[in-house]
C-alpha cells in the first residue's frame, strides 16, 4: 500500500468502517422524544453519545493541528451535563459540526505534507496516523452503543 492509498483508507475507515454501520445511518431520522432517554440499564441517551463523539472528535481534530490546544478535563469534559440535548436545533447543529470536523481531520490525513508517522512536536509521542486510527475507532465503539440504544428505545430499523 502506498501513501496515498493509506491515507484514502484512513478516510474511509473513519468514514465508513468495516463492520458498523455509518455514524450517519446510526443518528439518522432519531425520534425527537427519543433522543435523550436512557434505556433501562444503560448510562447513556442518543444526546449524550451524540454529543460525546462531537466533544471527543474535535478535540482530537485541534490537538492534531493546534500546538496550543487544550483538550477539556477527563472525562467530565467529554460529555454533556444533561442525557436531553437542550433542543431540536442543537441535535442538529451537533450531527453537521461532526460531519464538519470529520471532514476537517480527513483534509489533514489527505494532505501529503502531513507526515502519517511523525509525532507531533508536542504530545506525548502521538502522530496523525494514531489520531486517525483513534477516531475511527472512538467513533465506531459509540456508534455501536448508539446502536443499542435505538433498539432498546423502539426506534431502530
Known sequence: MNDADLREHLCWLIREGHAHVPFEEAFDDVP?????LRPPGLPWSLWELLEHIRITQWDILEFSRDPGHASPPHPEGYWPDSPEPPSANIWNETFERILTDRDE?????????????????????????REATLIADHNAYHVGQAIAVRRLLGCWK
Request: proline share 7%; net charge neutral; no cysteine.
Open 105 to 129: 481531520f480527513e483534509t489533514l490525513v489527505r494532505d501529503p505534507r502531513n507526515n502519517l508517522f511523525e509525532p507531533f512536536a508536542w504530545g506525548d509521542g502521538q502522530h496523525l496516523l
Open 32 to 36: 425527537v422524544a427519543k433522543r435523550g
